[in-house]
T-cell receptor
Framework: KAGVTQTPRYLIKTRGQQVTLSCSPISGHRSVSWYQQTPGQGLQFLFEYFSETQRNKGNFPGRFSGRQFSNSRSEMNVSTLELGDSALYLC?????????????FGPGTRLTVL | AQSVTQLDSQVPVFEEAPVELRCNYSSSVSVYLFWYVQYPNQGLQLLLKYLSGSTLVKGINGFEAEFNKSQTSFHLRKPSVHISDTAEYFCAVSDLGGSYIPTFGRGTSLIVHP
């Protein structure tokens, strides 16, 4: 099976702009989670979608939003970008909904905000 | 709510030497425990996980970890490391019956020297 894919891999934006990142999960996986990874804060959970519904949300401002489509593909959007939004954004998919599930990560999108 | 502490941010070691990466967790309920590895410019990949049963868990690439409930620890070990093991290692925990979104530690950078 193909792994989790994320597009684009690299992105450069300026403050105040908005950005949309895309994630295609492993075929058959219905849960998609998004994480922000920075050197200072480590890996922080943004939100999780299952069957087009947001089920869990981390502690991020409303500028961060997401959605999931009927084919399980997911997008996240960041509006009014700030310098502190520069990070590696990781998407992960999992097949079921249990706490013991393995998360399968994509390679990430490296966002740089200038 | 659960939390994870990875006691060492960086562990340098020589090739063929043994290594232990430490992880302690805090949770008021029973947990599932994971170790993930992140190679440069890649997403995270599962090394091993503890769900139940034997407290000694064997994973990929010769790694193993031992769950110690009384010490609330889940340390990762390898008897002989290779240059190719140089990577970032993350410990993660999720609560049984609670939010199944795992909480990740800050990561430990394993640097293997020739």
């Amino acid at each position: 099976k193909a792994g989790v894919t994320q597009t684009p891999r690299y992105l450069i934006k300026t403050r105040g702009q908005q950005v949309t990142l895309s994630c295609s999960p492993i075929s058959g996986h219905r849960s998609v989670s998004w994480y922000q990874q920075t050197p200072g804060q480590g890996l922080q959970f943004l939100f999780e979608y299952f069957s087009e519904t947001q089920r869990n949300k981390g502690n991020f401002p409303g500028r961060f939003s997401g959605r999931q489509f009927s084919n399980s593909r997911s997008e996240m959007n960041v509006s009014t970008l700030e310098l502190g939004d520069s990070a590696l954004y990781l998407c992960a998919s999992s097949p079921l909904t249990g706490a013991g599930d393995t998360q399968y990560f994509g390679p990430g999108t490296r966002l740089t905000v200038l | 709510a659960q939390s994870v502490t990875q006691l060492d941010s960086q562990v340098p070691v020589f090739e063929e030497a043994p290594v232990e990466l430490r992880c302690n967790y805090s949770s008021s309920v029973s947990v599932y425990l994971f170790w993930y590895v992140q190679y440069p410019n890649q997403g995270l990949q599962l090394l091993l996980k503890y769900l139940s049963g034997s407290t000694l868990v064997k994973g990929i690439n010769g790694f193993e970890a031992e769950f110690n409930k009384s010490q609330t620890s889940f340390h990762l070990r390898k008897p002989s490391v290779h240059i190719s093991d140089t990577a970032e290692y993350f410990c993660a925990v999720s609560d049984l019956g609670g939010s199944y979104i795992p909480t990740f530690g800050r990561g430990t950078s394993l640097i293997v020297h020739p």
